[in-house]
């Protein structure tokens, strides 16, 4: 079913001239004080880059445009292209359902950034690879379902946004995927209270959920297994744009010391040519895999897997070179290199992490 899907294109000079002026002037602001980039990522959703990849499963559909823009505010800010991310990720979600009812309400709306939301989908992440439990249960009731539970970490969400759950369901041996509204008048409540070494402007919050009643309108898999095995592929590899942000960054600021430091960083292991290499590698195997995002194969979701991992593993070692390059200039207070490095280690640890990703492929391979 693919009901009022707004497809887009994205205009990529204009994501790169908000990245260039609005984003760089506010980066500083983004990661010292933890400011929430709101304005940008509205103006994002004016480029059109949260709409490229919202075909659905019945049309083509590639995710490549959607990575390319996520990279390009990565380049400059991790923080923004996470957020962008936790944005395509709901847009991917309601897309990828037959909800006629979010797809003609709610979906619109967030391809162009006019609401914003998360993806809600860490916890649950974990509790299928049997690394926690579900925080969130329900009972049945008539034209839905009551939750309860705690989710530990919502980000790019803020009051009257929306963002995905699964929650067990009592007495019934399954799980159910929806979209829900962070409205505190329905007993959903918001709690700003994670101090991150990097990422502070990701509005990341502690969501409660009070008996919240959660309509059969806003449900997106009943049972859950089948619809998240439809959306994982997408899920995980819209999370490369970030990875290769951070690359192409860690490459170039190790170009900008070629000059006054060459001399000496020419004996490091690795230098910008090096990390381009794997970095063009990385780059081409992600957009060929963006190609056919709804492929169910074991072999095709084991590409994908392995490729978010050498992402992830790819820009922890890209910033690692570039603050060695850097030296000092790199290692004061508002340095650039220290910035990216912390940065970088998210992509390692957001979900699915470096030892996740490891996990599911290890699976895979019995």
Request: net charge negative.
């Amino acid at each position: 079913m693919n009901i009022a899907t707004p497809v887009t294109t994205v205009d990529l000079n204009a994501v790169d001239q908000i990245a260039a002026s609005d984003l760089t002037s506010m980066v500083r602001t983004i990661d010292d004080e933890k400011t929430y980039p709101e304005a940008i990522m509205r103006a994002m959703g004016g480029t059109g880059a949260y709409g490229t990849h919202l075909a659905g499963p019945d049309a083509p559909c590639d995710l490549g445009p959607s990575v390319l823009a996520m990279a390009r505010a990565s380049e400059i800010c991790l923080s923004t292209g996470f957020c962008i991310w936790c944005q395509d990720a709901l847009g991917w979600y309601i897309s990828s359902s037959e909800n006629a009812w979010l797809k003609e309400n709610i979906l619109p709306r967030v391809a162009t950034g006019e609401i914003l939301g998360g993806t809600g989908m860490s916890n649950p992440m974990k509790a299928i690879a049997e690394i926690e439990k579900l925080k969130l249960k329900a009972v049945r009731v008539e034209g839905g379902y009551r939750v309860k539970g705690v989710l530990p970490w919502v980000s790019n969400l803020s009051a009257d946004g929306w963002f995905g759950v699964m929650f067990s369901v009592e007495g019934e041996d399954k799980t159910v995927m929806a979209i829900a509204h962070a409205d505190e008048a329905k007993g959903v409540k918001l709690k700003l209270d994670h101090d991150f070494v990097a990422m502070g402007g990701t509005a990341t919050c502690q969501v409660m959920f009070r008996d919240v009643f959660i309509p059969d309108e806003q449900v997106i898999g009943d049972p859950a297994p089948a619809f998240i095995k439809r959306i994982r592929g997408g899920f995980v590899l819209l999370q490369c744009g970030m990875a290769a942000g951070m690359i192409r960054s860690s490459i170039e600021l190790i170009r900008k010391m070629e000059g006054p430091l060459g001399h000496v960083n020419q004996y490091l292991e690795k230098g910008a040519d090096d990390l381009e290499a794997e970095y063009d590698a990385l780059v081409t195997e992600v957009l060929e895999l963006c190609k056919t995002p709804y492929d169910l194969s074991d072999a095709f979701w084991k590409r994908v897997l392995q490729a978010r991992l050498t992402g992830g593993e790819l820009a922890v070692e890209a910033a690692h070179y570039a603050m060695l390059h850097s030296g000092a200039r790199g290692y004061v207070s508002g340095g650039e290199a220290q910035r990216r490095l912390r940065e970088a280690y998210f992509v390692a640890i957001v979900t699915p992490a470096t030892k996740h990703l490891r996990k599911m492929l290890a699976t895979l391979d019995t």
